[in-house]
Every structure is written in C-alpha cells, then in structure tokens.
C-alpha cells in the first residue's frame, strides 16, 4: 500500500470547482498529525511547482497563482489533507502530487490528473 493516496482529479468546465484528497493509510497518527502536507503540481513540460502547505499548527501558504481560489486544510482524526479548489481555470491543468514531510523524510504520492476545459 502507497504511503500516500491521491484522488478527486478529473475533468472540469473553467470556473468550476475540484476537491483533492489525499490519505496517508499508513501512517500513524503522532507522525502525521505533526507533519508538513503539500500539494504540487505539473504540467506537461514545466517542473513540479508548489501550490499550498499546510503544518502541524495549521499555518497554510500558497502560490500566488491560486491564492484566493484554493484553500488547503486537514482532518488528522482521518490523516488526509484536502485542497480544494475553486473557480479552476484551464492554467490550472497539471497532475496534482501530495507530499508528506517530516525530519527530513519525504515522501509522494502517484498523482491526480485535473484536466480544465475552456
């Protein structure tokens, strides 16, 4: 079983709305709960960029180019952290990878396609 598993990607009208979940099945709850979660993206020929974070505390922070749009939080009773995404527009299409990172161990997902359509 994958340390991290993304879903909720697909296909979707500009100006439409996404929620992506990712659950961390195995790991424990005093590893997640304290652990810094990220969401990335990736478009086709462009690097891996960060879109928001989200830490132990709650402290979010996010890409200029989402901000106000998206909005990433947490449910550690279920080790999953959600990004919701509003208001998509068709810059928006990447494969969205949620990372988990604690003392220095990294660790990814498999990735979610989000495809929007003008």
């Known amino acids: 079983q994958a340390q991290l598993v993304e879903s909720g990607g697909g296909l979707v009208q500009a100006g439409g709305s996404l929620r992506l979940s990712c659950k961390a099945p195995r790991t424990i709850t005093s590893v997640f709960n304290p652990s810094l979660m990220r969401w990335y993206r990736q478009a086709p020929g462009k690097e891996r960029d960060l879109v928001a974070s989200i830490d132990g505390d709650r402290t979010t922070e996010y890409a200029d180019s989402v901000k106000g749009r998206f909005t990433i939080s947490r449910d550690n009773s279920r080790k999953t952290v959600y990004l919701q995404m509003n208001d998509l527009a068709p810059e928006d299409t990447a494969v969205y990878y949620c990372?988990?990172?604690?003392?220095?161990?990294?660790?990814w997902g498999q990735g979610t396609q989000v495809t929007v359509s003008p």
């Open positions: 990372n988990r990172m604690l003392s220095g161990q990294n660790f």
